[in-house]
């Protein structure tokens, strides 16, 4: 019997990808064409886009792509020494937050935005695993834009799988995924547009 996955009560048809110790679902269409370009259009310009600087092994890169941190104001999120301070919900995000909700069954109280201007903007492998997300955290991630591929890599298995990233595509990541898996965008040389995701996300309050 096949497994009932967390996100089969949907209408929207998704696809359960096949990784092993994982739990990711994929809604090729997620939007409509049209509302994927719209949104797009929006949220490159409402957006305060930022480049961040990181600290790695003691020195200072820029991150390579612009992001947005946007959540409830105690969403304080914090990675490779950035301590982001969450921008109040604008009425897109917070429409797309609720549509995530029902769709995932998962309250979600923060949205990460990174905009990939062109092929050379990337995200390395990661997991998003950070303390304040939990332990086993429910992800939803809307794909706007240029196609990308987006790499999952089992952390002690020789497993990776490559997914392109539809534009309004919708990819949920839950259960041990975060566990077991890391995940990222490459840098490309081909001639690609540009790309807007955001990752919809819970935030638990740190003491
Ligand atoms: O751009 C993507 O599809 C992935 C983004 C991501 O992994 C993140 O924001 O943590
Ligand atoms: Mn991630």
């Not at 429409?95 to 069954?105: F, H, N, S, V």
Request: hydrophobic share 35%; net charge neutral; aromatic share 10%.
């Amino acid at each position: 019997m096949k497994q009932q996955g967390l996100f089969e009560n949907s209408t929207h048809k998704g696809e359960s990808l096949p990784l092993p110790d994982a739990d990711v679902t994929y809604y090729a269409n997620w939007l409509a064409g049209s509302e994927a370009d719209l949104l797009l259009r929006t949220l490159r310009s409402q957006i305060k886009w930022q480049q961040e600087t990181i600290s790695l092994y003691g020195k200072q890169h820029l991150v390579p792509r612009l992001q947005a941190w946007h959540g409830d104001p105690d969403c304080i999120y914090q990675y490779s020494g950035l301590t982001m301070q969450p921008q109040p919900w604008i009425a897109p995000l917070l429409q797309l937050k609720e549509r995530c909700e029902a769709i995932a069954g998962n309250a979600f109280n923060s949205v990460l935005l990174n905009w990939y201007r062109h092929g050379q903007d990337s995200m390395g492998l990661h997991a998003d695993d950070e303390p304040e997300l939990g332990r086993e955290p429910v992800i939803a991630s809307l794909t706007l834009g240029a196609e990308r591929p987006f790499i999952f890599k089992h952390r002690t298995l020789p497993k990776r799988h490559t997914l392109t990233l539809h534009h309004g595509s919708l990819l949920l990541m839950a259960g041990r995924t975060q566990l077991n898996y890391l995940h990222g965008i490459s840098k490309t040389v081909k001639a690609v547009g540009d790309r807007i995701n955001l990752t919809f996300r819970y935030i638990y309050p740190q003491e």
